[in-house]
């Protein structure tokens, strides 16, 4: 299986008129999700091994060489990770393993999203290949995480965009712009998928960029700066991401559970500018 590839700061305003009042706004948000930081390298997470549940700001900083990304999988009915991994090398997503998604990679700093975490046994996991063709999963890039009860309510982020997944396409409710931006990402399809934002070099396209990660030589055509890994149906991802002018793509390289061709491959993929 080839899956590719920022904590938001509230920043101080001057204390006067309204600009107090959205300093209050910002850090009243900010302390209404909890807080999850993974630290990824070659090939291991670093990660508290308990976390409250409820809407969880998760981040994700690589201090690797290589990138890599967290994929948050809920393990239901008493089913442990060597299973999960089992299923995952037969191409086979089991219904009780949940795909909750996750920052994806970025090499640009942290990468964050905010996901749902509800009560139970979880396991994170990164499906990026090294160069050798081995997944970092079976290099030894999986641990165990318990979600326990939360003893403060959390609220989700408050999304300015959502992009909804389906079989196989991105729909935005609006065009990204340049600027911040917390965007809702909804899987509606019946199969999983992610969404990678990719900064493209001049002059270069979105497909050039996958077809570079699934055979990495020479200077890469664009940099990845985060989205989600793969989301089960139904579930729910809030992406911070703060663009900047300049040529995008989407792209999506989980593969179908039909055929085992990537998404891409399917029609998953597309390019965009921001102005």
Not at 97 to 103: Q, R, T, Y
Not at 146 to 168: F, M, N, Q
Request: charged share 15%; proline share 7%.
């Amino acid at each position: 299986m080839h899956s590719s590839f920022r904590l938001l700061a509230v920043t101080a305003l001057v204390a006067c008129g309204t600009g107090e009042k959205k300093s209050e706004d910002s850090a009243q948000a900010a302390a209404s999700q909890n807080s999850l930081m993974i630290m990824a390298q070659e090939f291991t997470f670093d990660a508290p091994d308990t976390v409250p549940a409820g809407f969880t700001r998760v981040g994700l900083m690589n201090h690797g060489a290589e990138a890599h990304h967290a994929v948050i999988v809920r393990l239901d009915s008493g089913h442990v990770a060597g299973e999960l991994l089992d299923a995952l090398a037969k191409n086979r997503v089991p219904a009780w393993a949940v795909f909750l998604g996750g920052p994806n990679a970025s090499m640009q700093g942290i990468s964050e999203t905010a996901v749902e975490l509800t009560p139970g046994n979880y396991v994170l996991i990164c499906l990026i290949p090294s160069t050798d063709g081995v997944l970092h999963v079976a290099k030894g890039m999986v641990r165990n995480l318990v979600v326990k009860d939360g003893a403060a309510p959390t609220v989700a982020p408050t999304a300015d965009l959502t992009i909804t997944l389906s079989d196989y396409a991105f729909k935005k409710s609006a065009p990204l712009t340049a600027g911040a931006h917390v965007i809702r990402v909804d899987n509606a399809a019946e199969q999983p998928h992610e969404l990678l934002l990719v900064r493209l070099e001049p002059g270069k396209t979105i497909q050039e960029f996958a077809e570079w990660a699934e055979k990495p030589q020479g200077p890469p055509p664009g940099t990845p700066v985060g989205g989600t890994t793969p989301q089960s149906q139904g579930t729910v991802n809030y992406v911070f991401a703060d663009l900047t002018p300049g040529e995008y793509g989407l792209v999506c390289f989980v593969p179908d559970v039909k055929d085992g061709k990537l998404h891409l491959v399917h029609g998953m993929i597309e390019q965009f500018k921001i102005e």
